[in-house]
């Protein structure tokens, strides 16, 4: 078999094809001062994701006391050993002075943050 240098593809492309008869023109783009610091459109690196202490006071507050329903009332910590029987009737209890305990306290945290 014989490798030749011609084939029936189109060998002489263009390096600029013709666009409305006319070669297109070199777009330019002015790059941004890398130096100035009081430029607004300069992005900050990575994802800022602020949240305020209140917030996250009262989240943690949230989780607390779902924790004492959680125990207290689904069965599945006591079926699975991590708690007794005896343990699951007792945060059943101490949901009820609990629970009421962390509505106060999410409701007194919003309160200072206003303030």
Not at 18 to 31: E, S
Not at 37 to 63: C, D, E, H, W, Y
Not at 73 to 93: C, H, N, T, V
Request: contains cysteine; hydrophobic residues 45%.
């Amino acid at each position: 078999m014989v490798i030749t240098r011609t084939s029936f593809i189109f060998t002489k492309v263009p390096a600029h094809p013709l666009i409305n008869g006319r070669k297109p023109g070199a777009i330019l783009a002015k790059k941004g001062d890398l130096t100035d610091r009081s430029s607004k459109t300069r992005r900050q690196p990575g994802f800022a994701l602020r949240v305020s202490n209140p917030l996250l006071t009262r989240a943690a507050i949230a989780v607390f006391g779902l924790g004492f329903i959680d125990a207290g009332y689904s069965g599945d910590w006591s079926r699975i050993g991590a708690i007794s029987k005896e343990g699951e009737d007792l945060l059943k209890i101490a949901a009820f002075v609990v629970v009421p305990l962390c509505i106060f306290a999410i409701l007194s945290v919003s309160k200072d943050s206003e303030s």
